[in-house]
């Protein structure tokens, strides 16, 4: 609806340079928020979109996804009248409008009050785990339930699944306790369920609890983000306070157990894991990983389902020394607890740090687990500096090869990542990067010079991204270095956000209605200097080693929408002549690895891991339940023949590293490092791949 009054929206030019002042029709702040919302978007983004029917479908199907995942609230009338607005969200969008909004939170809200009589009264009632029924716990499976009946129905065997996971995790504890000593009580198999069920409760009443709390702010950021979400899975639209729970992830991550986590669809979700922290130490929380539960030590855990960002991290923080315990759902949908003892982050382990590899060959490896700099301007610490200084020291024990370890880097400083390829390469074009509607600017290497010019292995994961995905790129295209990943293809991050503060475009007659919030926007592109986009395909490795994870899809395209994969125009450049031939090093190691019984085992993970991912129908049958975590138990196990030192991997630190047996610190530090090196199967395979290379 068009209001009197017009409202002056000026846009500085210096920080978005493509839009000119304009006018929009100002109503309350939600119709401010949506009107500069989408001429930012419209003006700034790489790939900007129309917004007609198409649009509207494409925001009616997102916004429906994540206001209701797990399919426990809506039923399918609900949807059905909800569907009548599906081609005229667009409508909304353009006159400021908030009609189909408005009606879903009506419902929504609805169902919320009427669910909670659902679990409040099945709960009182012991379920049956003899009966052989099953459960699908993979929402985008299930269909919305027909009526309230069929919905009451799935919220029953919802919370059975929860009673029966929480029953078998008693059962295990107090198996373990016995173990220990023999005045420990066992509690019968009923005793458990009663206690067990209590536990459901109280979980389902801090869930609701929370359900309550969310008001029309956080709704209509939902709403915001189902629109930006069309352009791309990294614009989005922040709230004031999800702009300051953003800032905190990012900014925080030296405290508790370092990891910066993004909330996602009611999800807690693992974006990253920090160098040197006591997660990246602890090993087993990965990015992609979903925490369900938090834990304080031995604690009762806490549902952090639907909880709130700030909320959730203030519950994984703690002091140094204590433990918490995360349930996380792995990508391949299997659920474990993971231990860890929360610390500071021991800020030597995120810089770069080398070692030899003794064996056929001489070989350095250098771990570079992020793309730091400097941003303050102060002369502090560089990666492309402080890489330098590592292949010197290399260069100074004359090893005979070079193996860069990027896996699991996501990225960081792109100056660093030019100085950096810069190091191997005597001069030229290192990446392209582009903004819509503008010519592709070079990003070069102008120093001539080499500072190491021999044999370079590359290894790379799905989780190595952006500013990793350059380095590779480049190593690639040149065919300066052999690429080697543990997945068919790096994370496809090819793309690059800014921040906007929305209240920067509203005149002073309007702040009143600050504050609007913050909107990221992806506004330029990453291209290999061949041309094509890192975007979606990332970095394919020249030669692949199967892990266990290597048959699941993941990375960017696991995304909504994410931008397409295209190409320029290439770079000027001259690829070099490699010494060996990439074919007879690849049969080569696929031969070695076809004859590994530690990839064998990875094989058999990786098919195991793949088939349960699918395979996500569960059984409400106690005995039927038990076998088939049994199973899952088993073959988890058998990944443990895997935690041991590999023969022949022989770990030696440099001579200019070396520092006195008195500094009891460095030398546990150091003494880990090597343990976890010897243990790596992949390293040892890349060495062999070195090893023949001229």
């Known amino acids: 609806m068009l209001k009197s ?50 649009f509207s479908e494409k925001v009616f199907k997102l916004y429906i996804q994540r206001l209701d995942y797990n ?114 009580k066992i509690r019968s198999k009923e005793e458990l369920e009663i206690e067990a069920r209590k536990r459901i409760l109280k979980n389902n009443d801090d869930y609701f609890k929370r359900l309550k709390e969310i008001d029309r702010n956080d709704r209509i950021a939902v709403y915001f983000n189902a629109i930006t979400g069309i352009y791309d899975p990294h614009t989005e639209f922040f709230a004031p306070k999800d702009k300051a729970q953003f800032d905190i992830s990012m900014s925080g991550q030296l405290e508790g157990i370092g990891a910066q986590l993004q909330e996602k669809d009611g999800y807690i979700k693992v974006s990253s894991i920090v160098p040197g922290s006591a997660s990246y130490k602890q090993g087993q929380l990965k990015p992609g990983d979903i925490i369900l539960k938090v834990a304080q030590g031995s604690a009762e855990p806490v549902d952090v389902v639907d909880m709130r960002m700030d909320d959730a991290v203030q519950l994984i923080r703690g002091k140094k020394g204590t433990e918490v315990r995360l349930t996380v759902k792995k990508p391949d949908a299997s659920v474990i607890i993971i231990p860890i003892i929360r610390d500071i982050v021991v800020i030597e382990d995120t810089y770069a740090q080398s070692v030899i590899i003794q064996g056929k060959k001489k070989i350095g490896y250098i771990k570079l687990p992020t793309f730091y700099a400097d941003f303050s301007g102060k002369s502090g610490r560089s990666c492309s500096k402080d890489m330098k200084k590592e292949l010197e020291k290399l260069k100074s024990e004359n090893v005979e090869g070079i193996i860069l370890d990027l896996r699991y880097n996501g990225g960081g400083s792109l100056p660093d990542v030019v100085d950096m390829a810069g190091l191997f390469i005597d001069k030229g074009p290192i990446c392209q990067v582009k903004q819509k509607d503008a010519a592709a600017q070079v990003l070069e290497d102008r120093d001539q010079g080499v500072v190491y010019s021999g044999p370079l292995t590359v290894m790379v994961n ?144 990786a098919k195991r891991l793949k088939k349960q991912k699918d395979n996500t129908v569960v059984s409400l049958n106690f005995d039927k339940y038990v076998a088939e975590q049994k199973t899952y138990k088993e073959d988890a196990k058998k990944m443990e023949a895997l935690d041991k030192e590999i023969e022949g991997l022989e770990v030696i630190g440099l001579k200019a590293d070396a520092f006195p047996e008195s500094d009891t610190v460095k030398v546990s530090r150091n003494k880990d490092w090597y343990k976890a090196i010897k243990k790596d199967i992949y390293l040892n395979e890349t060495v062999s791949i070195m090893n023949e290379m001229k």
């Open 5 to 54: 009054k017009k409202l002056l929206i000026v846009i500085p030019l210096a920080a978005l340079a493509l839009i000119s002042a304009t006018y929009i029709v100002q109503s309350d702040k939600e119709e401010a928020i949506d009107q500069i919302l989408m001429q930012s978007l419209n003006s700034v983004h790489y790939s900007p979109k129309v917004v007609d029917n198409d």
């Open 71 to 184: 399919k426990k609230f809506l039923i399918q009338s609900d949807i059905d009248e909800l569907k009548k607005f599906e081609k005229l969200v667009d409508d909304d969008i353009n006159k400021g409008t908030f009609n189909f909004f408005n009606r879903s939170v009506e419902i929504i809200n609805s169902r919320i009050d009427e669910a909670k009589t659902y679990y409040t009264d099945i709960l009182t009632k012991p379920f049956d785990f003899s009966t052989d029924e099953t459960i699908q716990l993979d929402a985008e499976k299930l269909n919305y339930a027909k009526d309230k009946n069929a919905l009451k129905e799935e919220w029953r065997k919802s919370l059975k699944y929860q009673t029966l996971s929480r029953v078998i995790e008693m059962m295990d504890i107090q198996t373990k306790a016995k173990e220990k000593s023999d005045t420990v």
């Open 462 to 605: 799905s989780n190595s991204a952006s500013a990793s995905e350059i380095m590779a790129a480049a190593m690639q295209d040149y065919n300066r270095g052999l690429i080697v990943g543990t997945s068919p293809a790096s994370f496809g991050k090819g793309t690059v956000q800014r921040f906007f503060d929305l209240d920067d475009y509203l005149p002073p007659a309007y702040a009143n209605i600050k504050p609007l919030g913050s909107v990221k926007i992806t506004t330029q592109k990453f291209y290999r200097i061949n041309g094509g986009a890192t975007q979606l395909k990332g970095v394919i490795p020249d030669i692949v080693l199967p892990d266990p994870y290597y048959l699941l899809d993941q990375g960017e395209k696991e995304q909504d929408y994410p931008m397409a994969w295209d190409e320029i125009a290439p770079a000027k450049y001259i690829a070099l002549k490699p010494a060996y031939s990439i074919e007879e090093l690849r049969a080569h190691s696929e031969e070695r690895v076809k004859n590994s019984s530690g990839f064998a085992i990875l094989n058999d993970a």
